[in-house]
């Protein structure tokens, strides 16, 4: 049997440094550190999502409750702005409780693309990004070029306060997404 605190624990480190934050101590590493490749990064992001995957199997093998919150849950939640979109879904998973099922980055992109705020482009053959459009960047989501070690750009995308407020507003309909 599966440990799902230490899976969980695992993954929510994977996707701490994904994003460049160190696990142990949630400062944001040195820019030029090896965790900032972008490949690395994916390859963390892409673990973690299998991860947590691995997590909603095995949870629902145990009964596990479907993520919901109600809109006047999700306003009590105080998130710093800007963040990503993991820090967002991690800041609501710690307002669920233990036998529910966690809300994945994967719902909310998907609920954002529903929406208008982000769109998925391609970067080339092998790799595919979400960016904002127009109507994301007037709610708040930006993006923010960085470099790797070695020199090559890729964007992350932050979501500021009004994108954040807009998210937990709809965290209902952002629920029942499929």
Avoid at 45 to 61: G, N, Q, R
Wanted: a positive charge.
């Amino acid at each position: 049997m599966i440990d799902i605190a230490k899976l969980k624990t695992a993954q929510d480190w994977l996707e701490k440094l994904a994003n460049g934050i160190n696990p142990l101590t949630s400062e944001p590493v040195k820019e030029d550190d090896i965790i900032n490749n972008v490949h690395i990064s994916r390859c963390l992001f892409f673990v973690s999502e299998m991860l947590k995957k691995v997590e909603l199997s095995e949870s629902a093998s145990r009964g596990r409750r479907t993520f919901w919150m109600s809109t006047k849950e999700a306003e009590q939640i105080n998130i710093l702005a800007p963040c990503g979109i993991a820090q967002f879904t991690k800041a609501v998973n710690e307002h669920i409780p233990a036998d529910m099922k966690p809300l994945s980055v994967t719902t909310v992109i998907k609920w954002l693309r529903n929406n208008g705020y982000l769109y998925e482009a391609k970067i080339n053959e092998k790799h595919k990004t979400n960016l904002p459009t127009e109507k994301g960047i007037q709610l708040g989501i930006t993006i923010k070029v960085q470099q790797t070690p070695e020199g090559k750009d890729y964007q992350r995308v932050f979501y500021d306060f009004s994108a954040l407020r807009v998210m937990l507003t709809n965290i209902e309909s952002i629920a029942i997404t499929k």
